[in-house]
């Protein structure tokens, strides 16, 4: 994506780039003075709000741009304020630009916070978050900020209120609620101050801060640390390996109107738009960035997986499967190619939309139950219709089942990999590597979801569960938004949504092999109709059902569907049993390790602290000797 640089000419652009920060930025301090039990009132203003700026981001994203080539001053235009002058140095840092990359990743910020808004009208009645609405707002204005920026401390600024927004959406209510949140807030934090760090050498290695402007070759130690050091927040933000572990525990803990904004949607959309940016804009990648980035995009596939594979926690499960699908970014970006990077994106944007509708069909099923453990569900599918239906096709959808959405993005990945090969260096020559991994995540992934849907919809009906109903016509109908948006991004993938969408970012390339998403899920569609009628014609729907009989007693009645049970299998293999047992001693959370070395390591420093006041001078002229050679 070293295309040349957009810029706005036109006024009217810059103040839709101006309005849609600033109008929900305020929107969002003005909600914080009005009181929560002014809640439905709030909600339906904030609703209001975000529908203002998705019109903005529709009429942006359709907005003509001047193409003007990199290295040339954004204009003036752009960088006046709600046409007040600021002073040159402020104005040095108030600049925006935006590209096709910007405003795709804007439109679909819009789209899923409607959603979600609406959403929560209903949802946040029973699950009580404290200026719920005002955070949204202010996370849509920075999510806006981050993306339209071009200067990079702009970027840190809008991008570090992210981490207070995310800590603040949740409740906190509980011991568990509140680690999680700390736990959260401490590794992006954390990983925001790496950020600074590698903006800080950027800045030494190129004397600029405008993206548009950056693009350093991975040739030499210090723009590989500078890479590496923006890539860890990339990775924290975005929740890929080994940075991932705040994702699955927030996931458990928050709301899903919360859940479903931050770690399902707009976290991946901005985190791999960051990492875009920094594969196809400010850095050249070499042959060992693509190693380290195709190993980690398998290890983060395959890790989530096996641990999604395990949870019982139907929320839980879903945040594992929300780092498992960063991966399969990851892996487009790695391999670097336009059909590779092309496929990242789509895939990016198929994530958010059926991970967001499997948080909020979860928390549906939450909502009317009271019970978000799979073990203690069953027989929701006559009960909550709607809501098994769209769950059904989400689970689909990010399983890679033709014809939906999850299958065209990982086909374009597997197809980007295969291309891959072709090429020389060692990445290139394991191409069959990480074909392999990718292909073996997604059926791991079919089999948790088969966990999933099983142990939720299917099964018999729970006695307690007798008097369950559909969720009310505000929650279901975004879920049936987002699951007509997998059916139609699926089926329409290479005739449409991805000429249309993706290759005025990425550029144009031509599918290999004869796949058409079309064509495809036209045999899909045959498939089924023959299906039934064959089902049909033979009279099969008349066939007879008999109890179960067995030691003579009948057990039909008290039988059920232990979804659960068949995965315990996988924890008693003695090849991966290390693994989970690993998991459960915090070995592969690095926030765990983290906290264990620094109480160590305070440990080793309070003996210094002896009372005994040479010791004490003895520290103070050490210190200073080492700050000496530091400045010589």
């Given at each position: 994506m070293n295309e040349p640089l957009v810029v706005f000419a036109q006024p009217s652009a810059c103040l839709l780039l101006q309005l849609l920060i600033m109008i929900p930025l305020a929107a969002g301090v003005l909600l914080l003075i009005i009181p929560d039990r002014y809640l439905t009132v709030k909600g339906i203003f904030a609703l209001a709000v975000s529908l203002v700026t998705a019109y903005f981001s529709?009429?942006?994203?359709?907005t003509a741009s001047q193409?003007?080539?990199?290295?040339q001053t954004i204009g003036k235009t752009c960088m006046v304020l709600f046409n007040n002058d600021m002073t040159q140095d402020a104005s040095r840092y108030l600049s925006f630009t935006i590209d096709g990359l910007s405003k795709l990743i804007i439109l679909f910020i819009s789209i899923i916070s409607v959603l979600i808004l609406l959403y929560s009208l209903v949802y946040n009645r029973s699950v009580k978050v404290r200026n719920y609405y005002p955070w949204f707002l202010i996370t849509l204005a920075c999510s806006y900020g981050a993306v339209l920026s071009d200067n990079l401390l702009l970027f840190i600024v809008f991008w570090g209120i992210l981490c207070i927004t995310l800590y603040k959406l949740i409740p906190g209510m509980d011991e568990k609620s509140s680690a999680a949140a700390k736990k959260t807030m401490i590794l992006v934090g954390a990983s925001d101050t790496i950020m600074l760090i590698g903006i800080a050498l950027v800045w030494r290695l190129t004397g600029t801060l405008s993206i548009n402007n950056i693009s350093l070759d991975t040739t030499n130690i210090l723009t590989v640390t500078a890479f590496l050091l923006l890539l860890i927040g990339t990775f924290t933000k975005a929740g890929a390996f080994p940075f991932h572990t705040w994702v699955p525990d927030?996931?458990?803990?928050?709301p899903v109107s919360s859940t479903a904004l931050l770690p399902a949607s707009l976290d991946k959309l901005l985190g791999i738009y960051f990492l875009a940016r920094l594969t196809g804009d400010l850095f050249?990648?070499?042959?060992?960035?693509?190693?380290?980035l195709l190993s980690v995009g398998v290890v983060t596939i395959i890790t989530a997986?096996?641990?999604?594979?395990?949870?019982?926690?139907?929320?839980?499960?879903l945040g594992y499967h929300a780092v498992s699908q960063v991966g399969y970014m990851i892996l487009g970006f790695g391999i670097g190619s336009v059909i590779g990077i092309a496929a990242g994106l789509f895939h990016m944007v198929n994530n958010a939309v059926y991970k967001s509708g499997l948080f909020l069909s979860a928390g549906a099923v939450e909502r009317q139950t009271g019970k978000s453990d799979i073990s203690e569900l069953g027989g929701l599918s006559k009960a909550m219709p709607i809501t098994f239906a769209a769950s059904l096709i989400f689970a689909m959808s990010i399983s890679g089942v033709p014809p939906l959405n999850g299958f065209a993005s990982k086909w374009m990945i597997y197809q980007g990999i295969i291309d891959f090969g072709s090429e020389a260096g060692i990445a290139s020559r394991l191409w069959v590597v990480w074909l392999a991994l990718a292909?073996?995540?997604?059926?791991?992934?079919?089999?948790?979801?088969?966990?999933?849907?099983?142990?939720?919809?299917?099964?018999r009906r729970r006695p307690e569960f007798e008097n369950v109903r559909e969720v009310p016509v505000l929650m279901w109908l975004p879920m049936t938004l987002l699951a007509l948006i997998c059916i139609l991004f699926g089926v329409f993938a290479t005739d449409i949504i991805v000429p249309k969408l993706f290759m005025p970012v990425t550029g144009e390339f031509?599918?290999?092999g004869l796949w058409n998403s079309s064509f495809v899920s036209l045999l899909v569609l045959i498939s089924i109709v023959l299906g039934m009628l064959v089902y049909l014609a033979t009279g099969l729907k008349k066939s007879r059902t008999e109890d179960s009989f067995i030691g003579g007693e009948k057990i039909q009645d008290i039988a059920g569907y232990p979804a659960t049970e068949f995965y315990k299998t996988l924890g008693e293999f003695k090849s991966i049993a290390w693994m989970y047992k690993k998991a459960e001693e915090k070995l592969f959370d690095i926030y765990e390790l983290a906290k264990q070395f620094v109480l160590w390591l305070s440990h080793?420093?309070?003996?210094?602290h002896s009372g005994v006041l040479p010791a004490y001078i003895i520290w103070v002229f050490a210190g200073l000797i080492i700050m000496l050679l530091i400045m010589i």
């Open positions: 529709v009429s942006l994203y359709s193409m003007t080539l990199a290295g927030y996931s458990e803990t928050a050249i990648m070499s042959g060992g960035i693509k190693l380290l997986v096996m641990m999604a594979l395990m949870q019982h926690d139907s929320k839980r499960l292909v073996l995540g997604s059926a791991l992934t079919l089999a948790s979801f088969i966990k999933f849907i099983g142990g939720i919809f299917l099964s031509e599918f290999t080793k420093l309070s003996v210094v």
